[in-house]
């Protein structure tokens, strides 16, 4: 039974650039949520899905946005990146909305 | 919105020795409190988590405590092993049903068990 896969695991851009991250959640599982983690920080949450439809958001610029497909994956996306954007993206995967499994990440450098 | 705090910032014991790491949390709507192990670049790892219809969780060597009147929740850890060191996060939810929206996190703990 796999865990939260999430690709790539590393990624370096450009200012300015866009970015699309991707999760697969726990098998069984049918909510995703997103978080920013900041060397040293811990998790930010960005926002929720569940049913292809963004739950809940998190203080994040519209910048950042997202989708989830009939399959329950997900992708991030992040437009205009600024330096400030590197981060660890981490997503989690839920049934129903409960307890929350993290996949490994994505390293994100914005150079 | 909710704000969590989690000290200390850093915690170092010896192997054996016990360690707790305590939270607050600000929104009295939470009613979910998990906490996340994360060793050095890997995946933050569910370890135990408590709702707040129980004031006390325990498995093996980790228990949870909650006092919901004081809006705090605390993490133990009793006989310490080398393999216990990591960076520990506590988190808050409020369930809307039976569905926890975003986790809130503290700003983790870096707790070292030194053999």
């Known amino acids: 039974d796999a865990g939260v896969t999430q690709s790539p695991t590393h990624l370096i851009k450009t200012r300015g650039q866009q970015v699309t991250l991707r999760c697969s959640p726990k098998s069984g599982h049918d909510t995703v949520s997103w978080y920013q983690q900041a060397l040293g920080q811990g998790p930010q949450f960005i926002f929720q899905y569940y049913e292809e439809e963004e739950r809940q958001r998190g203080n994040f610029p519209d910048r950042f946005s997202g989708h989830q497909f009939p399959n329950y994956s997900s992708e991030l996306n992040v437009n205009a990146l600024l330096l400030g954007d590197s981060a660890l993206y981490l997503c989690a995967s839920s049934s129903h909305g409960r307890r929350a499994f993290f996949g490994q990440g994505t390293r994100l450098t914005v150079v | 919105g909710e704000n969590v705090e989690q000290h200390p910032s850093t915690l170092s014991v010896q192997e054996g020795d016990s360690a707790v790491i305590k939270c607050t949390y600000s929104?009295?709507?939470?009613?979910?409190f998990p906490w996340y192990k994360q060793e050095l670049g890997k995946r933050p790892q569910l370890i135990i988590d408590i709702r707040s219809n129980v004031g006390e969780k325990k498995d093996q060597r980790i228990a949870v405590t909650l006092n919901k009147t004081a809006k705090h929740f605390s993490l133990h850890i009793t006989e310490t092993q080398p393999e216990d060191s990591a960076v520990y996060f506590c988190?808050?939810?409020?369930?809307?049903?039976?569905?926890?929206?975003?986790?809130?996190f503290g700003q983790g703990t870096i707790l070292t068990v030194h053999p």
């Open positions: 929104d009295s709507a939470s009613n979910y």
């Open positions: 988190a808050a939810a409020s369930a809307g049903g039976t569905s926890y929206g975003k986790l809130t």
